[in-house]
């Protein structure tokens, strides 16, 4: 006699042991912990999401860090949990804090070894903490490499063990951890430069997101002295969403990070919202000259500059 699907379903769910879901379970849902920057968004499909692993890489000095720690202050302002396990011993309460985050509810750990690192996040992930930021995988070392001479350089050493120690991790996502990994970018040696990530393959293949942060031009004041640049995030593998393979270009200000304000002045350009005409700016019939004078329009009147981000998002 031949059972229907239904009927099959439901031998499968109360028959047997099996670890199998209807495909409209609600574990496999996940929520997103948004950058609050309508580019970034819009690329992300909404942020950054929970029990998935996110990967962001690029050369030296581009705000990789900067981005990562974005991440956490929203996910504390909506009163979620946050982790830093800092591989690279460059953990700064003095800079997190003006970043915005909130340095006394953030736990952080310099672990000794790349195992001690990998085991810290799993035990965090099985606790459900809502973000927890690995800066970085270049400084995961293993204990076989740590305890021998500094000569010792076997072959693809740093390549296999996070090949080996990704896998026993990340099952623990199901508890609803939003895993960021940060990773630097190495030029191979050949007559074509490739940039590689350290670790090897098998952190694109277990990544959910890949990011790609590189600097694309330079801010600079009235003075012509560089202030800032333009941070180019690339889309560059999704399993979740978002705009795959598109861009979106930030504003970042060494001495403030990503410029809000002019974040959504770009966006309201784009949407026709705020109109330019040379270095004429026109905001519902009000009239500035200049880029500064246009965000000071808006610095000066928090109405104006809500009504912007309400037309935005």
């Known amino acids: 006699m031949k059972h229907s699907a239904e ?6 769910l109360k028959g047997t042991k099996l670890n199998i879901h209807r ?17 970034l968004d819009a690329l992300t499909g909404g942020g950054i ?28 302002k909506e009163g979620g949990t946050a982790a830093w396990i800092d591989t690279e011993l460059s953990w700064d309460s ?9 340095v006394d509810n953030i736990v ?36 076989a490499v740590l305890d021998e001479e500094f000569s010792y350089n076997p072959m693809a050493w740093q390549a296999r063990f996070v090949n080996s120690a990704l896998p026993k991790i990340l099952g623990n996502l199901k508890s609803g951890s939003a895993f960021v990994a940060i990773n630097q970018v190495r030029s191979s040696i050949g007559p074509v430069a490739l940039d590689n990530m350290p670790g090897g393959l098998a952190q694109s293949f277990f990544a959910h997101f890949l990011l790609q942060v590189r600097r694309k031009g330079w801010i600079e004041d009235k003075d012509k002295t560089k202030v800032g640049f333009d941070m180019e995030i690339r889309l560059r593998k999704s ?7 598109a861009s979106a270009m930030i ?16 966006e309201g350009l784009e949407r026709k919202l705020i109109t330019q005409s ?6 519902e019939g009000e009239k500035v000259m200049g880029l500064n004078g246009i965000k000071n329009l808006f610095v000066d009147n928090p109405e104006k500059f809500k009504a912007l981000k309400k037309g935005i998002v």
């Open 251 to 266: 504003p970042f200000r060494v001495d403030g990070g990503i410029d809000i304000v002019e974040s959504f002045i770009r």
């Open 108 to 143: 952080v750990s310099q672990p000794v070894n790349g195992e001690e690192a990998m085991n810290i996040i799993r035990e965090l992930m099985q606790i459900g903490i809502d973000v927890i930021v690995l800066d970085s995988i270049a400084g995961l070392v293993p204990t």
């Open 49 to 76: 999401p929970k029990k998935r692993m996110t990967i962001l890489y690029g050369p030296t000095n581009v705000g990789k860090s900067y981005l990562a720690s974005q991440i956490v202050v929203n996910a504390q």
């Open 278 to 283: 040379g270095p004429w700016y026109t905001y």
């Open 7 to 12: 009927e099959v379903i439901q031998d499968l």
């Open 94 to 102: 003095a800079w997190m804090a003006k970043c915005g985050v909130d």
């Open 23 to 39: 495909g409209s379970d609600d574990s496999f849902l996940y929520s997103r912990i948004p950058f609050g920057i309508p580019a």
């Open 239 to 245: 399993k979740v969403g978002g705009e795959n393979w």
